[in-house]
């Protein structure tokens, strides 16, 4: 397990591989569907971004309403692919990392690799564990989205495992290649 | 005549919600106990571990287990001798309204799929299934479902002469092309017969089944435990990192179709397969 803090270096950026489990700490932004459509149309309309992207990362999230007295709901990652229409044009601007669960298109890889940054896979369905790794949270922007509404969080933590490397491997073709050839062998 | 209460109705479709949401069904959290037991790749096996602890979490917790807290799929089987004092359907939305309301549930629905995409905010309308039988109860099954999972899901009209083979080979393109995004292990029900629109109801029909029945004509029930033996072959494993376990269990339900067809469809439900039944 490799503890992580944020904004990540370089270095740490690019010594990180496919299939390497890390426990982040520190501040990440979510957005999915409805918020990266808004962020696009703002890029093109040359307006400026609620937040600064330079090596921030993007977490998939729609949390359920927090209960009263609490911080956050339930909030896992959602399925990363309906963001790769989106996803290399934020990278190009100096995202740094992706965190979600599910396969990314290829060029989304090709985005990662060009511009050295990250793709994490956070546990699908596991809700009410992540909640307790999340420390404060705030609407940033686009509140009337709801639970798509822009949050800024402090997570301490945050179990999480490579699965895109600034080199391109994808842990989703390795790990599954790893285990079935495992298998032939054993 | 037996007589119903929408009251009564209302009450037990928000209990059903709110539940469902948050307590991980028994045959789900063992079948994932035994996959946690079984699993021989360290990525997967705590993979399992996390969500172990998350079901734990979640009931001690009053969370949901899944941020995805879905589309509410309501079974209901009506006795031909129940009266429902006024709206059936009413009382299910209305129950639905209420639990994703007093349960902190995420509302997840929108009015219009194509054009107008706005969110319903109170999370209705449930997708109702009605089916008439015999004597004077009211069976509702509450199902959230969420869409990770439902986006994996397919329907395919194979021709009769595909066989066995043709039913094994779509299985697995299904499980395949789903990979890593329906949060694997997954619940897997397969629908093979009917027509078009009944062979996905029988799919989704065999995914609510009880984990670790099978199918009473023996021969289903043999592809059911081949089809499982042949998905978890395929290496994808907990989270789709690689590993063992890509599927917790197969049920498949079947109905008499034309001569000239062979209906097959594959519903994939994440390993939050939650549900709740009560008999009124």
Do not use: W
Not at chain 1, 108 to 125: C, H, M, R, T, W
Not at chain 2, 255 to 274: F, K, L
Request: hydrophobic share 35%; proline share 5%.
């Amino acid at each position: 397990m490799i503890k992580l803090t944020l904004p990540l270096s370089h270095d740490a950026i690019v010594n990180l591989e496919a299939g390497d489990q890390v426990l982040l700490s520190g501040t990440i932004y979510t957005a999915r569907d409805a918020a990266h459509k808004r962020l696009i149309g703002l890029l093109n309309e040359g307006k400026e971004l609620p937040f600064d992207l330079v090596d921030q990362i993007i977490y998939y999230v729609g949390p359920t309403p927090n209960k009263p007295g609490e911080i956050f709901g339930s909030g896992g990652p959602t399925t990363s692919g309906r963001m790769d229409a989106y996803a290399p044009t934020l990278l190009d601007l100096g995202l740094k990392g992706m965190i979600g669960k599910g396969l990314r298109q290829q060029s989304v890889i090709d985005s990662i690799q060009k511009n050295e940054a990250l793709y994490f896979g956070a546990i699908g369905g596991a809700g009410a564990y992540i909640k307790s790794c999340i420390t404060s949270c705030e609407i940033i922007a686009f509140e009337d989205l709801g639970p798509e509404a822009i949050r800024k969080l402090e997570v301490k933590d945050f179990p999480l495992t490579v699965v895109i490397d600034s080199k391109g491997n994808d842990l989703y073709k390795l790990g599954k290649e790893k285990y079935l050839r495992g298998r032939t062998n054993g | 005549m037996r007589e119903i209460s929408e009251k009564e109705i209302i009450e037990v479709v928000k209990t059903m919600c709110i539940d469902a949401n948050r307590q991980l069904p028994k045959d789900v959290t063992l079948a994932i106990d035994r996959a946690y037991q079984c699993e021989d790749s360290d990525l997967g096996k705590e993979t399992l571990g996390i969500l172990k602890e998350n079901a734990s979490l979640a009931y001690e917790t009053l969370t949901p287990i899944c941020q995805d807290t879905g589309m509410v799929c309501a079974f209901v089987e009506i006795g031909q001798d129940v009266h429902v004092q006024g709206s059936l359907e009413g009382a299910i939305n209305e129950g639905v309204r209420l639990g994703y309301q007093e349960g902190y549930l995420r509302k997840s629905v929108v009015n219009d799929p194509l054009f107008d995409r706005k969110n319903t905010t109170d999370n209705t309308p449930a997708i109702i299934t009605y089916d008439i039988v015999e004597g004077d109860q009211l069976k509702i099954i509450i199902a959230p479902k969420g869409f990770g999972s439902e986006n994996m899901c397919q329907t395919k009209m194979l021709k009769p002469s595909d066989g066995v083979q043709g039913v094994k080979d779509f299985v697995l393109k299904v499980v395949e092309d789903a990979g890593p995004n329906p949060c694997p292990p997954i619940v897997i029900g397969v629908g093979i017969g009917g027509s078009f629109d009944r062979v996905a109801l029988l799919s989704k029909k065999a995914m609510l089944r009880e984990i670790g029945t099978h199918h009473e004509d023996e021969r289903y029930a043999a592809l059911e435990d081949e089809l499982l033996t042949m998905v978890n072959d395929l290496g994808i494993g907990p989270a789709g990192y690689g590993g063992k376990t890509t599927a917790l269990s197969l049920n498949i339900e079947t109905y008499p179709t034309h001569i000239a067809g062979m209906p097959v469809a594959v519903s994939i439900c994440c390993h939050v397969a939650r549900h709740k039944e009560v008999i009124l």
